[in-house]
């Protein structure tokens, strides 16, 4: 038997209406700050990823899906997120120049090669927002609020926002060499990538997944200590803007987020008790990234966050969950002339934009009534040799266990 690849989820219709009714909050809410919602392909060529997301980061360099196209021998990628496709977009539709700011909300699967376990896999779903050409500590503050709004609307408790300043390109130099000192002082612990990131991109030293490697650098500068005073002006209006909301957060030198288009603000969302894979939602600052896929300079902010996480946070506290829906009524035939008339009842019916079932599989009477009762339909009607010759059958109602005689040719539910 074929099974499904390591790594990627089914979601069967018991458990579909659980992500339709997250989903559907999410785009709510999206459309309530005044996002619009964009759709790009699920395959991009990979050095779209490669410029935006970084060359030196473990998702392009470990992770990504990558395949030579058949045509033309283009280098093709599974996208491993959606921010770098969003700019992409809107760089080549031209939006650049619509009134800013630029709002887009996005519903979408990602593809990164990960050791699978709870809270990660291989394909795997976000809601993702990204807000451009808004410089100032609002829209940070508006992201960061929209993200908040999202999971207060879906009840979610214990989550914690983590919040730091990875600082801008002036922030940088001092950093860069005060981490290549750290670092470079124990290079002969670090695994074999981090020993060339440690020339080509040092920051990426602060979110390698071997243990080794992230034990040294638990204890490394913090970009915050080395904010220039506008970044730190910056990160200042944040929090105030924040408290001022009463969105409560951590400042978390620890958060540097694992993608190298961040710039100034960072984020994260933890969530409590659903194991290693806790940050159902990352996002942050990402000034440089239009200029580096070819646009005009623009200032852009985003998060997304992890469906699957967001369930198993959701499950954790215990949600009663959305059922699938059951049945306005079910119509129950005696013998092969009944079955064809409850069939041609049944899609009259579905053409009033009712639920309605009937039965497909030649179960007995009595099977059908029981079977009625466990996809718990609002309304039964039996059908048998009487109701066809008079065209007229009982409607119950299994809740109050009344019955109305009904015209079976014209009548409707009520
Ligand atoms: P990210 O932190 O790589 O950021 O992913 C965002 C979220 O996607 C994570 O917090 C997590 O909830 C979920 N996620 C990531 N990888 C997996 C996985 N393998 N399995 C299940 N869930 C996963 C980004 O993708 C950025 N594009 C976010 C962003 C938008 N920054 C600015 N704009």
Same mark, same amino acid.
């Given at each position: 038997?074929?099974?499904?690849i390591?790594g990627?989820i089914?979601?069967?219709?018991d458990?579909?209406?659980?992500?339709?009714?997250?989903?559907?909050?999410?785009?709510?809410?999206?459309?309530?700050?005044g996002?619009?919602?964009?759709?790009t392909p699920?395959?991009?060529?990979?050095?779209?990823?490669?410029?935006?997301?970084?060359?030196?980061?473990?998702?392009?360099?470990?992770e990504?899906?990558?395949?030579?196209d058949?045509?033309e021998?283009r280098?093709?990628s599974l996208?491993?997120?959606?921010?770098?496709?969003?700019?992409?977009a809107?760089?080549?539709?031209?939006?650049?120049s619509?009134p800013?700011?630029?709002?887009?909300?996005?519903?979408?699967?990602?593809?990164?090669?990960e050791? +699978?376990?709870?809270? %990660?896999s291989?394909?795997f779903f976000?809601f993702?927002?990204e807000? @451009?050409g #808004?410089? /100032?500590?609002a &829209?940070?503050?508006?992201m960061?609020?929209?993200?908040?709004?999202?999971f207060?609307?879906?009840?979610?408790?214990?989550l914690t926002?983590h919040?730091n300043?990875i600082?801008?390109?002036?922030?940088?130099?001092?950093?860069?060499s005060?981490l290549?000192?750290?670092?470079?002082?124990?290079?002969e612990?670090?695994?074999?990538?981090?020993?060339t990131?440690?020339?080509?991109n040092?920051?990426r030293?602060?979110?390698?997944k071997s243990?080794?490697?992230?034990?040294?650098a638990?204890?490394?500068?913090?970009?915050i200590?080395?904010?220039c005073?506008d970044c730190?002006?910056h990160?200042?209006?944040?929090?105030?803007?924040?408290?001022?909301m009463g969105?409560?957060?951590?400042?978390? +030198?620890?958060?540097? %987020?694992?993608l190298?288009?961040y710039?100034r603000?960072?984020?994260e @969302?933890i #969530?409590? /008790?659903?194991? &290693?894979?806790?940050?159902?939602c990352g996002?942050?600052r990402?000034d440089?990234?239009?200029?580096?896929?070819?646009?005009?300079?623009?200032?852009?902010?985003g998060?997304?966050?992890g469906i699957?996480?967001?369930?198993l946070?959701?499950?954790?506290?215990?949600?009663?969950?959305?059922?699938?829906?059951?049945?306005?009524?079910?119509?129950?035939?005696?013998?092969?002339k009944?079955?064809e008339?409850?069939?041609?009842i049944?899609?009259?019916?579905?053409q009033?934009?009712?639920?309605?079932?009937c039965?497909?599989?030649g179960?007995?009477?009595?099977?059908?009534m029981?079977?009625?009762?466990?996809i718990g339909?609002?309304?039964t009607?039996?059908?048998?040799?009487?109701?066809?010759e008079?065209?007229?059958?009982?409607l119950?109602?299994?809740?109050?266990?009344?019955?109305t005689?009904?015209?079976l040719?014209?009548?409707?539910?009520?």
């Amino acid at each position: 038997m074929i099974q499904k690849i390591k790594g990627t989820i089914d979601v069967l219709p018991d458990e579909t209406p659980l992500y339709r009714m997250i989903e559907s909050v999410m785009r709510e809410e999206a459309k309530n700050y005044g996002f619009g919602e964009i759709r790009t392909p699920t395959f991009e060529n990979t050095e779209l990823f490669e410029r935006g997301v970084g060359d030196t980061t473990d998702v392009v360099q470990k992770e990504m899906y990558t395949f030579v196209d058949r045509d033309e021998n283009r280098r093709i990628s599974l996208r491993p997120e959606g921010t770098a496709s969003v700019v992409r977009a809107l760089l080549e539709h031209g939006c650049q120049s619509d009134p800013m700011p630029l709002k887009y909300f996005y519903l979408i699967n990602c593809f990164r090669h990960e050791a +699978p376990q709870a809270g %990660r896999s291989r394909e795997f779903f976000q809601f993702g927002a990204e807000l @451009f050409g #808004a410089e /100032g500590a609002a &829209a940070d503050a508006t992201m960061i609020a929209l993200a908040s709004s999202v999971f207060r609307r879906l009840g979610l408790k214990g989550l914690t926002l983590h919040l730091n300043s990875i600082g801008c390109k002036n922030c940088r130099g001092g950093y860069r060499s005060a981490l290549v000192d750290y670092f470079g002082a124990r290079r002969e612990e670090l695994c074999d990538t981090c020993k060339t990131r440690l020339e080509k991109n040092p920051l990426r030293l602060l979110d390698c997944k071997s243990p080794i490697c992230n034990s040294i650098a638990k204890g490394a500068p913090k970009t915050i200590d080395f904010l220039c005073p506008d970044c730190k002006a910056h990160f200042d209006a944040l929090t105030r803007l924040l408290d001022g909301m009463g969105i409560r957060y951590v400042i978390d +030198p620890a958060i540097v %987020r694992g993608l190298d288009y961040y710039t100034r603000t960072v984020f994260e @969302f933890i #969530a409590d /008790g659903i194991g &290693a894979q806790s940050t159902v939602c990352g996002g942050g600052r990402y000034d440089g990234l239009v200029e580096e896929l070819g646009g005009a300079p623009m200032p852009a902010i985003g998060f997304a966050m992890g469906i699957t996480r967001v369930i198993l946070a959701l499950r954790a506290q215990g949600i009663e969950e959305p059922k699938p829906a059951a049945p306005r009524l079910y119509i129950a035939a005696l013998g092969e002339k009944a079955s064809e008339a409850a069939a041609v009842i049944t899609e009259r019916l579905r053409q009033t934009g009712a639920f309605v079932e009937c039965d497909l599989v030649g179960r007995s009477l009595k099977a059908q009534m029981k079977y009625a009762n466990k996809i718990g339909a609002d309304y039964t009607l039996i059908l048998g040799d009487n109701e066809l010759e008079s065209r007229r059958a009982f409607l119950r109602d299994m809740k109050n266990s009344t019955q109305t005689e009904v015209e079976l040719d014209t009548f409707t539910l009520p």
